[in-house]
Structure formats: C-alpha cells, structure tokens
C-alpha cells in the first residue's frame, strides 16, 4: 500500500497548512461604499529615509514591496493629509516607522525596566499619542503598487471602500466571533520587544518586514478600561512624563486631564491621585468636567471602530465584517 504523504505531514500549530488559510471572497460587497484615494508617498519617505526611519518606535521595512498597498488591508491617514494641501484623501497600510514625534522623556520611560508602573503608563500614551495622530480611512479594494514613484500612479490612486460587506484578516491577537464590533489597533510589541516581526504571517502574501494594523475587539467594559488606563498613565508616568507633552501635541483628551492635574506644582504620583480623587468628590460642576474627560477618551478610542463582524475568525484567518462605526459603544 502506497502511504499519503499529506496525512502523515505535521503542522506547527502556530502555522496551519496553507489550504486552511486561505482567503475566502465574500460572495457580494453588498450596499458597498467605495471611493478613490491617493498613496501617502510622503509618508513612505519619511520611513524610509527620514526622521522615522531612526526614531519610529516601531521597525521600518526592508523590503520595497513592504510599502504596496494589498486588497483588504486597513488603510489609515496621517494627520488628515494636512500636509499635501491638495484637498484629497492620502492615506498608506503599513504601520512601521510610527512613533518618530514621541518626546524623549516618553521615551526614556519605555525603556525603563527597573520602574514597571511608569514604563507601563509611558506605553499607555504612547499608543494613545500615535492612534490620535491617525484617522481610520477604511478597507483596501484595489492594491497600490509603490515601489515607483511614477507622478501617473500617484494621481491616480487606488479604491477604498468604508461601508458595506467586506472581508478582511483577523491581524489581532484575540479570536473574532459573529457579533463583536472591530476597532483598528496598533502593532502589539515596539521595535525592541521580542521579535518584532511575526514569527508566523498573518496573511499570506504579505511580507513578514511589515507591520499590519491590528484587528481588535471593542466593547463596553473594553472602553470603561481604557479610560480608566488613560487616566492612570497619566498620572503614574510622572512630573517628567506630563511635561514632555506639549499642548500642542497633545490630544483633547490629554489636555482636559491636564486641567485638573496641575504639572506646574511638579506634582507626584500620590498628590496627582488626590487631585483626581477631589474632582470625583466634587459638586456638579466638577462632575461635569468629569464628564467631558471621559467622552473626550471615549470619542479618542470610538473613531478607530470600522465594523461589526459578521462571521467567525482566529488570529491569521480571513472573516466578514459589516464596515460601519458604531453608535451603541
């Protein structure tokens, strides 16, 4: 008896067989909402030669194609394309190189080991920081091709879509089920943690130099953590911390907390948690300055949601998703 070599074949379990992860269409992109947009070339510059290129927190490419632009990524903008002044939407896929504009001081409390509570608030805003500067454009359609910085390529974009049935790879860390409303994310790890590149793909055909924005699950009590998280950095990544921010890179969010926190008294960590613990002792005005802290927070966190899904989907695997924000979170 002749003996099947694929059924005696053994798959890590971190890499299932390529025919277990294939990419599945959807069988139509109902009520689709497309549009043309542009390549932020600009912004491929900068990761690739400029500023970003050596202080972006997380790793640059090393291929060319690691820039193209593949069909079912998420796109984002940076910044809104403020800096072309042409009036169109640029926007790019890979999240390498981001991180460049982060103070020092920020910086300095990531790579602080020996304090965990102060490297731990430092991450905290750091990706806040970044996610702030970036606005959620929607899902790729078409490729993009830019590894020739041709002017006719350019002008003439590529399509993106923003509503409808679509499907797209889970790039998250956490399992996808029908139900579960989406929200864009950065790449889990910096430069310097571990491997910064995935030791499996999350998708094929992608090289394993870029870094994909992360699929990631949002709800309710997700949110309530992440203002409570906000808060808490701010206040635990200390006087240092706080000053290194400038209002004017700083978020709304950012700089409502920093109404009620005075830097200039050069506050502590435990005067910092007394003054935030008289405004939740406060009448109904500091209620209400409470309030609009955490909608500021919240509406930070809520801008990044691209949709429901729809259908069920682990880390690496494809899954349908409804595009659309959501009003109820």
């Known amino acids: 008896m002749f003996s099947n070599p694929a059924a005696n074949a053994s798959y890590p379990t971190s890499q299932p067989p390529r025919k277990a992860r294939k990419r599945h269409k959807p069988i139509a992109r109902i009520t689709s909402y497309d549009y043309n947009v542009q390549f932020d070339l600009r912004r491929k510059q900068e990761v690739r030669n400029g500023r970003a290129n050596q202080t972006g927190l997380f790793s640059s490419p090393i291929r060319p194609e690691s820039y193209n632009v593949m069909e079912g990524e998420l796109l984002v903008s940076i910044d809104k394309s403020q800096a072309y002044r042409d009036g169109q939407l640029h926007c790019f896929s890979f999240a390498n190189g981001l991180g460049a504009f982060i103070p020092q001081a ?5 790579m602080n080991r020996q304090e965990e509570a102060k490297q731990k608030a430092a991450k905290a805003l750091t990706r806040f920081l970044i996610l702030d500067r970036l606005t959620y454009v929607g899902v790729a359609v078409t490729g ?4 020739h910085d ?26 996808i089920r029908p ?7 950065l790449p889990h790890q910096f430069k310097w943690e571990d491997d910064p590149y ?33 808060v808490q950095a701010y206040i635990d990544v200390g006087a240092d911390g706080r000053a290194a921010m400038a209002d004017s890179s700083m978020p709304v969010a ?39 802290l955490i909608t500021n927070i919240m509406h930070a966190n809520k ?21 659309g924000g959501s009003n109820s979170l």
């Open 150 to 175: 041709r002017f006719q390529d350019m002008a003439q974009g590529f399509v993106a879509t923003f509503g409808g049935l679509n499907t797209i790879i889970n790039t998250g860390k956490k399992e």
């Open 106 to 110: 920020l910086k300095t409390a990531l």
């Open 198 to 230: 995935n030791k499996s793909k999350q998708a094929e055909g992608i090289p394993l130099d870029k870094l994909l924005f992360s699929t990631d699950v949002v709800t309710p009590a997700s949110e309530a953590e992440k203002v409570q998280e906000i």
């Open 179 to 185: 139900g579960d409303w989406i929200s864009l994310g």
């Open 144 to 147: 993009f091709d830019a590894s």
């Open 254 to 292: 950012l700089r409502t907390l920093k109404e009620y926190i005075n830097v200039d008294r050069n506050l502590d960590v435990v005067d910092a948690k007394e003054d935030l613990a008289n405004m939740f002792k406060g009448g109904k005005l500091q209620q209400q300055k409470l309030l609009h």
């Open 303 to 323: 801008k990044m949601i691209i949709g429901k899904a729809l259908s069920f989907g682990r880390p690496g695997e494809p899954f349908d998703i409804c595009l």
